[in-house]
């Protein structure tokens, strides 16, 4: 008996132990997601603008020659870049990413990757360390980029995926992220990063009518890339949300559980000491007893 009360206690020790961490990563989690939720708020609206204005420029105007960044050719090579995270205790967060990317290679791209002609660019080690161990091409160039977060560093991989775009390297490039809701909901999405998509003309679309200065060619030129900076950037940013939120919440939900388990142990706890004072109790009777007798 006192063996048992001696292994609840031990386990009891050990729940409280796993609390304190999961209560101090919540609080971590907490004050990142905070900054991260900020900076994805702000960033959003100019994004979404600046898109919309690709978007309409390009349906809008007919560059001669046409343009190398939204020019349509057949789909034979594909580049996917998939944003994770570094670490886990995130939920089902990196998971779900993980799936939308192979949800829409197999409804997809599902003959490309028949031909082994998918590769994969992994913003984040999970993701990275998933696609390796599965067979994927994957190029661990950006899987650090989390470790120093910064507009540069995102940067850096949109113009990368530009210019092996413009060489003609790949025909098809998406993101695949999480956007950010709030604390516990994230959508899963994949996004055409190039071709540049044209806007949706309807009957009822009133053309835009654009007067550039300088020419268009240079000015598509010069503000196409910089646009793609900053979408690529809303997506590691939302990313980034998503990831401290859905941290937040498991470690949230880890506390809870926590705290059913210690509840049952502490039950369990008393029960086994009663029952052994009980067995005290009923041997110094039973003693006293036949001493009597």
Request: aromatic content about 6%.
């Amino acid at each position: 008996m006192a063996g048992q009360l001696k292994e609840v206690r031990n386990r009891i020790k050990s729940v409280q132990s796993t609390q304190q961490i999961t209560k101090a990563m919540k609080m971590v989690s907490a004050a990142k997601l905070r900054r991260a939720q900020d900076a994805i708020i702000q960033m959003r609206p100019y994004a979404r603008k600046l898109q919309e204005m690709l978007s309409n420029i390009v349906s809008s105007t007919e560059l001669e020659g046409g343009n190398p960044l939204s020019a349509q050719r057949p789909v034979e090579k594909v580049l996917l870049i998939v944003i994770t995270s570094d670490r886990g205790l995130a939920g089902a967060y990196n998971a779900n990413v993980i799936k939308k990317a192979r949800q829409l290679i197999n409804d997809k791209y599902h003959v490309q990757h028949g031909k082994k002609s998918i590769t994969i660019w992994s913003m984040g080690k999970k993701g990275y360390e998933h696609f390796l161990k599965n067979g994927f091409s994957v190029t661990d160039t950006h899987k650090d980029i989390f470790l120093n977060l910064s507009f540069e560093s995102v940067q850096q991989a949109s113009q990368a995926a530009v210019q092996a775009y413009m060489n003609k390297e790949f025909d098809a490039i998406e993101v695949v992220y999480s956007e950010f809701k709030n604390a516990a909901t994230q959508g899963f999405v994949s996004e055409q990063f190039l071709p540049i998509q044209k806007s949706k003309q309807t009957e009822n679309t009133i053309k835009a009518d654009f007067i550039f200065d300088p020419n268009i060619e240079e000015l598509i030129a010069e503000l196409m890339p910089k646009i793609l900076n900053t979408q690529l950037f809303k997506a590691v940013l939302d990313a980034h949300a998503s990831e401290h939120g859905a941290r937040m919440t498991a470690m949230d939900k880890a506390s809870e559980n926590a705290n059913e388990i210690l509840r049952n142990l502490k039950i369990s706890y008393n029960r086994a000491r009663q029952a052994a004072i009980t067995t005290e109790l009923t041997e110094i009777v039973s003693g006293a007893a036949a001493l009597q007798g």
